[in-house]
């Protein structure tokens, strides 16, 4: 027996300290790509990374694993590390399901609406609209669709649409970075009439406001994308 080997208690910790390394590794890149400072299709050298932690390759390469997994990175064996910039089809693809599965989540969620729901996600609207921060906003944009479809009682339904708006990071930190600030007051006015339409329990107008609000996105997203994947 090793003497100098670490116990098993020891060695948890020191998997535990690597993982929160790696953790706080990614929180910081994952911040820096969402508000846009690190642009999309950047390369991310993992040497250079490393030494800008002052930490070893190990939780570096553990950091590009969680954000390849938010969708927000590609590894390439050849390429390397490179922030994720998605093609126009990966992007009318993903938005196609998800309009048709929030469609129903909305509609489900008007038929439930209650008046004392509203002011919580009203909340969330005031503060989406006040701020410039783009990693803030997209936050509290999924913060606002999800706590807004999970009154339909759809457990399985809302799951389904948490997993690809997740995966839509990739999109959607391209769209805030790029629109949000200046396209604050449209936004603005499209999550309230989707609030509005909840609140007059009229599912078919809470529909047709999430689908226009997905078109939007879609349209603002595609101008961003091109130019980038033309450079």
Excluded: W
């Excluded at 038929?111 to 701020?131: G, K, N, R, S, V």
């Excluded at 339909?152 to 769209?175: D, K, Q």
Aim: proline share 5%; aromatic share 4%.
């Amino acid at each position: 027996m090793n003497p100098l080997a670490p116990s098993g208690k020891d060695r948890q910790a020191t998997t535990l300290a690597k993982q929160t390394i790696a953790e706080q590794i990614a929180q910081a890149l994952r911040q820096e790509i969402v508000s846009g400072q690190i642009p999309a299709g950047s390369r991310l050298p993992q040497v250079e990374i490393a030494q800008r932690f002052g930490v070893s390759t190990t939780p570096v390469r553990e950091a590009f694993g969680l954000l390849q997994r938010d969708g927000l990175v590609q590894i390439d064996t050849h390429r390397g590390v490179t922030v994720f910039l998605p093609t126009v089809q990966d992007l009318i693809e993903h938005y196609e399901i998800r309009t048709a599965l929030e469609m129903l989540a909305v509609e489900k969620a008007a038929e439930c609406f209650q008046p004392q729901d509203a002011p919580p996600l009203a909340a969330i609207l005031d503060a989406m609209h006040a701020t410039d921060d783009a990693a803030f906003y997209v936050e509290r944009n999924h913060q606002f669709h999800l706590r807004l479809y999970r009154l339909g009682r759809r457990a399985r339904l809302v799951t389904m649409i948490e997993e690809l708006r997740n995966a839509s990071l990739a999109y959607n930190h391209l769209y805030a970075a790029a629109d949000v600030p200046k396209d604050a007051r449209r936004l603005d006015a499209e999550h309230r009439e989707i609030l509005a339409a909840c609140q007059a329990n009229d599912p078919a107008r809470a529909a047709n406001a999430v689908r226009q609000h997905i078109q939007q996105t879609i349209q603002h997203l595609q101008a961003v994308i091109e130019p980038r994947r033309a450079e």
